[in-house]
């Protein structure tokens, strides 16, 4: 049970932020603010959801994409970061796991996920 002071925060900073309904599997950009010395700018990360976790205002998710050289890069991000500006849902995938860490062992069409039609 927490604190009413601290569940008061955390309703408030979910409450500030709306959220897209993604979940593993999903293929998402992040715009993600950068700030460089004085200078802010806006940085896209395209890639696939391979796990969410944690609940409230902690929750996080983590975006794996195929950089330069077929290396994998893979990032962690709060949903309710200040410095994310926007998650936008580019295609939603068909899985049957919550966590999809065996992509990182698969290279090429093996690392394909299909995508969920409706």
Request: hydrophobic share 35%.
């Amino acid at each position: 049970m927490k604190n009413k002071y601290i569940q008061a925060f955390e309703d408030a900073q979910i409450t500030s932020k709306s959220v897209p309904d993604f979940r593993a599997g999903d293929t998402l950009k992040v715009a993600i603010r950068i700030k460089e010395g004085d200078k802010s700018r806006i940085q896209n990360f395209e890639g696939t959801c391979i796990a969410r976790r944690g609940n409230g205002v902690s929750e996080t998710f983590i975006i794996r994409k195929i950089g330069a050289n077929s290396v994998g890069v893979e990032r962690i991000f709060p949903i309710y970061s200040e410095s994310i500006e926007s998650i936008e849902v580019l295609r939603k995938g068909r899985v049957r796991r919550a966590k999809l860490f065996y992509l990182r062992d698969r290279r090429g069409k093996a690392a394909k996920i299909k995508e969920l039609r409706k």
